[in-house]
């Protein structure tokens, strides 16, 4: 929460009028020692300063409107620090920021006066004798500013004053503190009181948050939907655009940049909610990176989850140690820790509880640590044995979910010390976190070995496939060459039967071709006889012919060689008669 409080002008003038309030017997040493404190105020810093939710206006570092969530009532242009006179839109944030912003701590004066008083403290010399009686008085001071403004309550007033006087001591936790805690932390300084514990403060991270939220976040639509889902029914969260959505917002999309790997979850809206209603965002944001890194929640986000598992399972064995009749009832209706106590370690019992609740679940957890979780979780269950064993699938999730606070509604404190009475010995939880570990990574040697047979077993899946394939070709082919054969085998007996036809033929053929040369040679042997008779008569006349033949040509020869010898006297007398006529020319 952002409680509106007047600007200071200097520490000097808060410490003067812390001063003025301490009692008039001595005044003379206050007075004496003031100038110092105001000397020493004015050349330092205060520490507290860095990290009180009740930090005065003006020293804010208003974040630029472009970098906060769009909103109507967000549209004023950002404060320029320093400038000679606060500009209308200074006025306009200054007017906004007036508004309550919690229902938590509605006394801004008072706190403004505590702040004062503390500041002074802080840069009081301890070395200095004069300082312890005036760190005293101070320390009684900040008492009856306390119970002055918390009348009716029954807290050690003295207790927290020494807190708030000497925080920067605060290193260990003590049993004192945890017996105080587990009182109650005082609703005024619950804040403060939660940083302290948590070493949040860190300048460094507090200039990157406002650096982160000039950035946009891959997860703002995200972020912008789940703002009316957390919790709608509370008066600071509940308008749409108030500011109680913008821190929410602010804080939420800041650590989605801040830690990329977890990113965003729905669940982490509810972890801030409680931090808003008890400082400003910025601190808001340091408590949730501490609650993440130093805490161990970041385990609860990651993508893995693995911090989340981790927890479910150490509850699980808790469940089953101290409430044996409860694990057995809830393993045989079904219903396991994932269903009902993911939620509960994810918001820390934020998401459904009542914030008185939720409240006092987080002054423990700061003071001894995440692992008390387990005492709330099993203390609810412990309270609420009886109706659970009384109730089946259906209404004992819903009862899980919804009523399980209902019978510490009203009664935080007993809430706590029925809680803190369980013990959960440090070494008892590290065991199981041991046998966690073990189980995952047999788990994961399991699972790495049955990706490994999967692999194998799709290799030889592929492999049958293929034979198979190759299967059902081979069938295929043999079904053909099984038709072809049968095709064959019919063609065949047709040939045989074909062939036995042929061969009877042919048997009558031979036996036809074997008696018709003997019945053709009976029947024309007369004419054959007669051809041959009338053959060798022509055969003799034949003769005969050639012979005359023969006679004609040795005839013919005679004349042709006769027709030579008359051709070649022709030729010769032809050849004188030329000879003679060319004679008788000359």
């Not at 409680?3 to 001063?19: A, D, F, G, L, N």
């Not at 509940?238 to 109680?244: F, I, L, S, V």
């Not at 803190?420 to 047999?442: G, H, M, V």
Request: with cysteine; hydrophobic share 35%; proline share 4%.
């Amino acid at each position: 929460m952002r409680p509106p409080t007047p600007p200071r002008t200097s520490t000097s003038t808060t410490s003067t009028t812390s001063t003025t309030t301490t009692t008039t017997t001595t005044k003379e040493t206050i007075v004496e020692d003031t100038s110092d404190t105001e000397s020493v105020a004015s050349s330092t810093k205060s520490i507290f300063t860095l990290w009180s939710p009740f930090r005065s206006a003006s020293s804010f570092n208003i974040t630029p409107a472009s970098s906060r969530r769009p909103s109507k009532q967000n549209s004023a242009p950002a404060i320029v620090v320093g400038s000679p006179r606060p500009s209308d839109s200074f006025v306009t944030r200054q007017k906004r920021l007036s508004r309550p912003t919690s229902i938590i701590s509605p006394l801004p004066g008072f706190q403004e006066a505590l702040l004062a008083q503390m500041e002074q403290l802080n840069f009081t010399n301890t070395s200095d004798p004069k300082s312890k009686v005036i760190k005293n008085l101070k320390r009684q001071s900040i008492r009856h500013s306390l119970v002055s403004q918390n009348k009716g309550d029954d807290y050690d007033w003295d207790f927290w004053a020494g807190i708030m006087c000497d925080y920067q001591n605060l290193n260990k936790v003590n049993k004192e503190l945890i017996k105080h805690i587990r009182v109650g932390i005082p609703s005024s300084i619950r804040g403060m009181v939660w940083q302290l514990l948590a070493k949040s403060k860190d300048e460094i991270l507090v200039a990157k948050y406002m650096d982160l939220l000039k950035l946009s976040s891959p997860y703002d639509k995200m972020i912008q939907r789940d703002l009316a889902r957390t919790f709608p029914g509370h008066i600071y969260f509940k308008e749409t655009d108030g500011q109680g959505q913008e821190g929410l917002y602010n804080v939420v999309r800041a650590f989605s940049l801040h830690d990329e790997v977890v990113g965003y979850c729905q669940g982490l809206a509810f972890i801030v909610g409680p931090l808003l209603l008890n400082m400003p965002d910025e601190d808001a944001f340091c408590v949730l990176v501490q609650l993440m890194t130093k805490y161990g929640l970041r385990g609860h986000f990651t993508p893995e989850m693995d911090g989340l598992q981790l927890r479910l399972y150490q509850f699980d064995a808790l469940v089953k140690e101290h409430l044996p009749h409860v694990a057995r009832h809830l393993d045989q209706q079904g219903v396991n820790s994932t269903m009902y106590a993911s939620q509960w370690f994810m918001t820390l019992f934020a998401y459904k509880f009542p914030l008185n609740l939720v409240f006092r679940i987080y002054d423990v957890i700061f003071t001894e640590g995440i692992g008390s979780i387990f005492k709330f979780a099993i203390a609810l269950l412990k309270k609420n044995q009886t109706t659970i064993l009384g109730l089946d699938f259906e209404h004992l999730l819903d009862f899980l979910k919804n009523g399980l606070f209902k019978e510490y509604k009203d009664d935080d404190r007993r809430f706590v010390s029925d809680a803190c009475e369980l013990e959960f010995p440090a070494k008892r939880i590290l065991q199981l976190e041991k046998e966690y570990k073990l189980q995952i990574q047999k788990e994961l040697a399991d699972q790495n070995m049955m990706e490994e047979l999967q692999k194998t077993n799709n290799i030889l899946k592929k492999q049958v496939e293929q034979l198979q394939e190759k299967t059902n070709t081979l069938k295929k082919e043999d079904n053909d060459v099984r038709g072809q054969l049968k095709e064959t085998l019919d063609q065949l007996n047709s040939l045989k039967d074909e062939g036995s036809s042929l061969s009877t033929l042919v048997e009558s053929l031979e036996s036809q071709v074997k008696s018709v040369p003997i019945e053709i040679e009976a029947k024309t042997k007369d004419e054959f006889e007669g051809f041959c008779s009338e053959n060798a008569n022509l055969i003799g006349k034949n003769s005969s012919l050639e012979d005359q033949l023969q006679k004609a040509e040795s005839i013919l020869i005679d004349i042709k060689i006769r027709y030579a010898q008359s051709e070649n006297d022709k030729e010769e007398l032809h050849r004188r008669l030329y000879e003679l006529k060319k004679l008788m020319s000359f």
